[in-house]
């Protein structure tokens, strides 16, 4: 184990305290999408494709304006015919015109689900009335749904060309990227020992419990008014101002709630819809999804197929590395390649290494980001190869992988160095932790697997006021999804050395706080928590200026300690004045106490998670149960424990879901056949053991706490720790997930 | 500026999609000059560099294009990767 060289000594970082937005939450009083309401409101309805693959000949709405109550319809002929422009202000860049495109169709449909057409009516029964009675007539089209399929000569063309590519032939192809160096081909060439495998997947969700709804209110004056959950709220204003045309100023969008997003609502779908609705009717606009509506039209993580070959000496040192995969892009050009590229094989010190993956267009949803986005599919494949390799070379798959880990130095994939990474420290934690040589019963197996996302870091504004009592105010434009509000609060409590309870965190709208990037990409405690600690200083030092010209002593002579400036030399020595002193009587000392933090935070930090898992299989059925799991991950510092630990276990929940049952299943006329929570199947709390978590600190040197993201990394390895685990219990390799009853039952049983 | 020409690295897909090669060799002053250079020899380039195109300079990304080359050896080009 590797004990840091120093132990710092925290008042508030790294403790558990109450979460302040845990008693709204609890009894209900939280208002999240669908609880808002305006005065006035109308109720939206999509009407949206039946097909899968379609070109839109005609829209007749006359019926549906008819009816009493309807006050307004809109198609994609309402939304302006926009140019190509690239935007990054969600997770991944998309042209706005595809953005556009997704929230009403324009020519074509492209996924059964896509909106065609909207209402707004006096209520919600009236909408959805009337959003039937639009005629629509359609000539329905080839479509293709399968990876191979949709590469294949004669495979429908998704866009007509593909785009970005007008001097090759056209394909479904959207986005490659290869990146490598070495000699893969020699190095495997004279490999003492080689493995190689396909795996696949298909779609899943991210499975956010809350659907998607927003309040749209565009007055005659330009001007308008939105009220939603997301990721971002100024990544709704952006991306909805650019659909319509219309200055950013315009639009206030104020967030709500967020009951899960994990990189999901990272775009906007229904937004600019109700825009268009409301400036159509004059009064504010309500529209939401249904569960099918999410799983029909917003965006999944992609399937994928995945071959890889790896390549080792007779001592384990591992040679060559080749990953070649396909993602599903949907019926739009999707992002997840590049950071599957990034993220498959860069926790290993290989000489020789290529890694290359193409986004495939087809007639399914958009994908969108989730947790850690391409990087738990590749990362599938290498892990479940590595332990293939392993038991090849007649290795300990932990020493394996100990024997080539990746360090602080060493090259990625991308040929850029590692920092200051915690990959070592979580393997040898892994290694001593008590779970690696538990006894296993019958019929059970152990499996393990480690892997890592980048993070990010990027814009974030803070406000941090001082009231005239002396509380604090720290207000971000960061929705808070895993905590944010109590680890802001933490982070500012620390530098100003008050309790907790002494600063409140509240986000704030579009208009009332600076740009802030949306809370994805781990980035949330990382950046704008970077800007709370600036605010938090800058706040300490005004305090401090402000006592000094009150006792008219030299600025240098006050120091903040304990929460009070304290006059350090001269007649005043000794002197103390708290916060709520200091600001009781701003007005006669300069005014009011208030520092904004607005930056650009740079040096952030991947993470790393390593995992082991146990499993029992029933020889009878094939249906797999989860007995025991632990989770190590370096996670920089623990700004909040618990809320670290609630964001690991979060991901390897949704981890094992993704393993073991959750798939998208489509008919052969295109269309989604489980699109909701009975069908649909994700893991319960009764499917799951208590998931244990050790938290490993590598600190982030360029974070004033250290800080890294932690919130996708959890997600990463458990695709491959439950299927090393089953490999373990049954001998059987599974290569294709979900690993659902009926698959095991197969591989059990194959010879009958 | 930089006291000799910078190397400049496109990693892909930027190679094929705008330049064609590899490795390029351009003065620069900031970050800024650097992007509006490399659109002159790939048109087109500068309108996607803020959306899909992180900066590595010697080394280490680099998000504030304002920063200076002066004593920089080489940046290299690469896909920015999104989160969730």
Known sequence: ?752 | MSASPLRIVIMPPFDKEFFGVERLSIDAGNLFELIEKLDAQGPGFAKIARARVHLAVDGVLETDWTRLLADVREVIVLPRVGGG
Not at chain 1, 31 to 43: E, I, N, Q, R, V
Not at chain 1, 64 to 79: C, I, N
Not at chain 1, 241 to 250: G, K, N, T, W, Y
Not at chain 1, 383 to 393: F, G, M, N, Q, V
């Open chain 1, 1 to 752: 184990m590797n004990a840091p060289d120093k132990i710092e000594t925290f008042r508030h970082i790294g403790t558990r305290p109450v979460r302040p937005d845990g008693v709204d939450k609890v009894t209900g009083k939280a208002l999240y999408g669908t609880d808002f309401k305006a005065p006035g409101m109308l109720w939206g309805a999509i009407l949206r494709s039946p097909h899968p693959h379609a070109r839109i000949l005609s829209i007749d709405t006359r019926a549906a304006e008819k009816l009493a109550g309807v006050k307004a319809v809109a198609t994609g002929r309402d939304l302006p015919t926009l140019e190509s422009l690239v935007m990054h202000v969600g997770e991944g860049a998309s042209d706005i015109v595809d953005v556009s495109h997704n929230c009403l169709a324009f020519d074509k449909v492209l996924y059964e689900g896509h909106p065609v057409a909207a209402v707004a009516a006096t209520t919600p029964e009236l909408a959805r009335e009337a959003a039937v009675l639009i005629s629509v007539e359609y000539e329905v089209l080839p479509h293709v749904l399968g990876l191979d399929e949709a590469l294949a000569d004669d495979a429908p063309l998704i866009r007509e060309p593909a785009r970005g590519r007008s001097d090759e032939k056209p394909s479904n192809i959207a986005m490659d990227v290869t990146m490598g160096r070495g000699d893969v081909e020699a190095a495997l060439s004279g490999a003492a020992a080689v493995v190689e495998g396909r795996y696949t997947m298909e779609p899943v969700h991210q499975g956010y419990i809350e659907p998607h709804a927003c309040v749209a209110s565009w007055n005659g004056d330009g001007q308008a008014q939105i009220w939603c959950s997301s990721q971002g709220h100024f990544m709704v204003r952006s991306l909805t101002a650019s659909v319509l045309a219309i200055p950013q100023s315009d639009i206030r969008v104020t967030p709500l709630e967020i009951g899960g997003g994990f990189g999901g609502k990272t775009t906007v779908y229904l937004e600019p819809v109700a825009m268009i609705l409301s400036r159509k009717s004059g009064r504010p606009v309500r529209l939401g999804m249904s569960r099918e509506d999410v799983f029909r039209a917003t965006g999944p993580a992609p399937g994928a197929i995945i071959d890889v070959r790896l390549g080792a000496d007779a001592d384990g040192t591992l040679v060559a590395a080749e990953v070649t995969f396909k993602y599903h892009s949907g019926a739009f050009a999707a992002n997840d390649a590049g950071a599957g590229v990034s993220s498959a094989i860069g926790h290993y010190r290989i000489a020789n290494t290529r890694v290359s993956g193409i986004e495939v267009l087809c007639n399914r949803p958009a994908a969108k980001a989730y947790r850690a986005p391409g990087a738990p599919q590749v990362n599938f494949a290498v892990e479940s190869a590595i332990d293939e390799l392993a038991i090849k070379l007649g290795m300990d798959p932990l020493e394996l992988r100990m024997k080539n880990a990746a360090m602080p130095g060493d090259l990625q994939t991308s040929g850029l160095p590692w920092g200051e990474i915690g990959w070592v420290q979580c393997l040898e934690a892994a290694k001593a932790h008590p779970h690696l040589s538990a006894p296993l019963g019958p019929n059970q197996g152990r499996g393990i697997a480690g892997g890592y996302w980048g993070n990010y870091g990027g814009p974030s504004t803070v406000n941090l006021s001082v009231a005239e009592d002396g509380t604090f105010t720290v207000a971000t434009g960061s929705p808070d999804i895993g905590g944010s509000r109590a680890s802001m609060a933490i982070m500012a409590a620390e530098v100003l050395e008050v309790p907790y309870e002494q600063v409140r965190c509240v986000v704030a709208d579009t208009a009332s706080i600076g740009l802030s990037f949306v809370t994805g990409g781990s980035r949330t405690t990382f950046a704008t928590g970077m800007a709370t600690v600036e605010a938090a200083r800058e706040v300490k030092r005004l305090l401090c200026e402000r006592a000094a010209r009150t006792w008219q002593v030299p600025a240098e002579d006050v120091e903040w300690r304990e929460g009070n400036a304290v006059c350090t030399s001269g007649e005043k020595l000794g002197s103390k004045m708290s916060a709520g002193e200091i600001a009781g009587s701003s007005i006669h000392s300069g005014g009011p106490i208030t520092a904004t933090s607005a930056l650009s935070a740079q040096g952030w930090l991947p993470g790393f998670g390593f995992h082991i898992c146990d499993v029992e299989v029933d020889q009878e059925t094939g249906h797999v149960s989860i007995v025991r799991y632990t989770a190590v991950q370096d996670v920089g510092r623990a700004i909040h424990a618990d809320y670290v630990e609630g964001q690991i276990q979060g991901g390897v929940a949704q981890g094992i879901g993704w393993a073991l049952n959750e798939t998208y299943i489509y008919n052969g006329e295109g269309k989604l056949e489980n699109p909701g929570f009975l069908d649909y199947r994700m893991p319960v709390t009764s499917d799951m053991p208590m998931i244990d978590t050790v938290m490993v600190e590598v600190p982030n040197p360029v974070h004033p706490y250290g800080v890294k993201g932690v919130g996708e990394v959890p997600i990463v390895p458990p695709l491959a720790a439950v299927a090393n685990a089953v490999h373990a219990a049954t001998g059987k390799r599974m290569r294709s997930l979900p690993m659902s009853p009926d698959k095991v039952h197969a591989a059990l049983h194959a010879e009958s």
